[in-house]
């Protein structure tokens, strides 16, 4: 058996990929890069609190950077501008010699990430006046090909939306861009016109959760790997039982509506814990008004999830006495995985109404963290808002688990 395969982790976020390598006990985090702060010290927190990396370590391991400087990220001799404006809590070894610094003698074995999805998915270009064709985070994906030419893993994973399929800046299919940037490299990854066969869900690795995702593998020419032996071995770890929000989060304390909102600590409260005075971390439930708290219980009590999108839609205007075309409400199905846990859920909760038709309430930041597949134990940094985010962008930790058991066992069976 061999000794852990190293990993580097871009786009880190707050770290659902590196959890899920970390956790199959077969990988070993070399770097983690991640330009938003909240994210930094979440994951710096996760590492030192879970993963006994000391103090010292986490401040040098979890870089805090923006990607989009790779030359500067992985050689170091930054300027004043980036040790200004990313330079500030990182370690001086970095910011004298970079990723070169930090990895040393060692071999990067893979290279996992993936880029904001934003200017991919198909909601996100539906609200754009130009689709997201002038977004630069079409073009992130360079980055990513540039730090794989600089360490030269065995094989990286590549994660992002299935609208990644269609996006086409400057009239060229995006995944013809990056198919050929990783071939300038020296790596091979699945051609454009098969890679639809490389969509995932999160639901096939015991997420409680209906999540589709673009899983791009690389593999390196030069060291006669088999991409198909890795997609094979990814396939292996597939479980048959599905997850649903009720295995994720039934067990949680409930809260309940009151009869009318107070203010505590100068926070406007709508609903009550009423089998305990504390709650677990991050099981808070955000302020309602109470229209909406009538209206998420009408919803639920109505079972409007299986209407028509016209009565559902009827019922948001004549409720609100509007002219809407779109639904504006869905409440979770208990046995059933939740649909896909979006960042959207940091303004508002209205597509993810608690199931239970008394508590009236959208779901709680630990509620969304669960149904992600988020460790119990697992501390976001941040308000709840910015921990909505972090946690609506990440990977399934668990769905990572399986995709680093995928990658080791044919690790070590080509090794």
């Known amino acids: 058996m061999t000794d852990k395969y190293t990993f580097i982790d871009l786009f880190a976020g707050c770290g659902g990929l590196s959890e899920g390598f970390l956790a199959s006990g077969k990988f070993k985090g070399l770097a983690h890069v991640e330009w938003e702060l909240p994210m930094v010290k979440t994951l710096r927190n996760r590492l030192e609190s879970k993963w006994n990396h000391s103090e010292d370590e986490v401040l040098k ?5 923006d990607i989009q400087e790779s030359n500067s990220l992985v050689n170091g001799n930054w300027n004043d501008e980036l040790i200004k404006d990313y330079g500030s809590t990182n370690h001086n070894l970095l910011i004298e010699k970079g990723l070169r610094g930090l990895v040393k003698d060692d071999k990067v074995d893979v290279l996992i990430g993936g880029p904001p999805c934003q200017a991919y998915s198909i909601a996100g270009r539906a609200q754009d006046k130009n689709s997201m064709k002038d977004d630069y985070r079409n073009y992130l994906f360079e980055s990513f090909v540039k730090v ?19 996006a086409q800046p400057g009239g060229i299919k995006v995944t013809e861009r990056v198919y050929k940037a990783f071939a300038d490299i020296g790596y091979e990854i699945t051609d454009s016109h098969r890679l639809k066969n490389n969509v995932y869900s999160a639901a096939d690795f015991h997420v409680p959760q209906k999540r589709r995702r673009l899983i791009i593998v690389g593999v390196k020419k030069s060291e006669d790997l088999s991409l198909k032996g890795v997609y094979e071995k990814i396939d292996n770890q597939k479980k048959s039982e599905k ?7 039934e067990n949680l304390d409930k809260f309940h509506p009151l009869e009318a909102s107070i203010k505590k600590d100068g926070k406007n409260i709508s609903h009550q814990n009423k089998s305990s005075s504390t709650s677990k971390l991050h099981h808070i439930p955000r302020f309602h008004n109470d229209r909406d708290v009538k209206i ?11 209407k028509s999108s016209v009565e559902k839609i009827d019922f948001y205007n004549k409720l609100m006495n509007k002219k809407s075309n779109h639904a504006k409400y869905r409440n979770l199905d208990w046995d059933k995985p939740s649909p896909t846990i979006v960042a959207h859920l940091y303004k508002d909760g209205l597509m993810f109404i608690h199931p239970d038709s008394e508590q009236a ?3 709680t930041v630990k509620e969304a963290a669960l149904l992600q597949s988020f460790p119990d134990d697992f501390k976001f940094i941040g308000g709840s808002g910015v921990c909505y985010k972090m946690i609506g962008n990440a990977v399934p930790p668990k769905m990572a688990e399986c995709l680093a058991n995928g990658v080791y066992d044919y690790l070590e069976e080509n090794s």
């Not at 391991?61 to 950077?65: A, D």
């Not at 794989?148 to 269609?166: A, Q, T």
């Not at 998420?296 to 109505?302: L, R, S, T």
């Open 148 to 166: 794989v030419d600089e360490f030269k893993p065995k094989l990286f994973i590549f994660e992002n939306v299935p609208g990644m399929l269609s």
């Open 296 to 306: 998420f219980k009408k919803w639920v009590v109505n079972d409007m999830n299986s």
């Open 361 to 363: 309430r959208s779901i």
């Open 61 to 65: 391991r979890v870089v805090h950077f």
């Open 243 to 249: 997850f649903t929000v009720r295995n994720a989060i």
